[in-house]
């Protein structure tokens, strides 16, 4: 488990996405960002120490002007281009899945689209001819989450969600 203080230092870098927003970076960098229903993928390369990353919200949408990153395949072909600029085959990076929790409980009058943003993203990676590395989705509330690019590690907090549910690392 990370100490107050090196979690401390990893806020300090933070840059935060919204839902919709995507992020590419190399170095220090520290994506951050807070997760319900949505998803968020990440894509790192472990010899440039590049990665991206993003926040949708939908499995799919209409797009009627330029791609954003509200929908699964919207935000990855988002992402493939920025890694595209930095000369990275999206095939050499490391591929994660975050989110996607049930922020209600009654199935019956909300369908869970927490899991439709889940099958989506696992159908992005799988499609582009990789792996899924390491996944936290699904499950009951939020994820706080935050990207080092440097380590290419995600830490995951959980404790307003549920005090005995510990932090992790993937």
């Not at 992020?23 to 220090?28: L, M």
């Not at 990676?125 to 792996?131: F, L, N, R």
């Not at 706080?144 to 380590?151: E, G, P, Q």
Request: hydrophobic share 40%; glycine share 10%.
């Amino acid at each position: 488990m990370m100490s107050k203080e090196q979690f401390a230092k990893l806020v300090q870098r933070e840059k935060f996405l919204n839902p919709g927003d995507t992020a590419c970076g190399a170095g220090r960098e520290v994506f951050g960002t807070l997760l319900g229903s949505c998803v968020a993928i990440t894509l790192w390369h472990p010899q440039r120490r590049c990665g991206s990353i993003c926040h949708f919200i939908l499995p799919s949408m209409a797009v009627t002007g330029p791609a954003d990153g509200r929908s699964a395949a919207s935000a990855f072909k988002i992402m493939q281009n920025d890694l595209a600029r930095h000369a990275i085959p999206i095939r050499e990076c490391v591929a994660k899945i975050f989110g996607g929790g049930r922020m209600f409980s009654s199935a019956e009058l909300m369908p869970n689209i927490g899991d439709k943003n889940i099958h989506a993203a696992r159908q992005l990676i799988t499609g582009a001819g990789m792996q899924v590395a390491a996944e936290n989705v699904g499950g009951e509330g939020y994820r706080r989450l935050y990207f080092d690019v440097h380590s290419g590690e995600v830490w995951l907090k959980f404790d307003w969600v549920d005090d005995d549910q510990e932090d992790k690392v993937l």
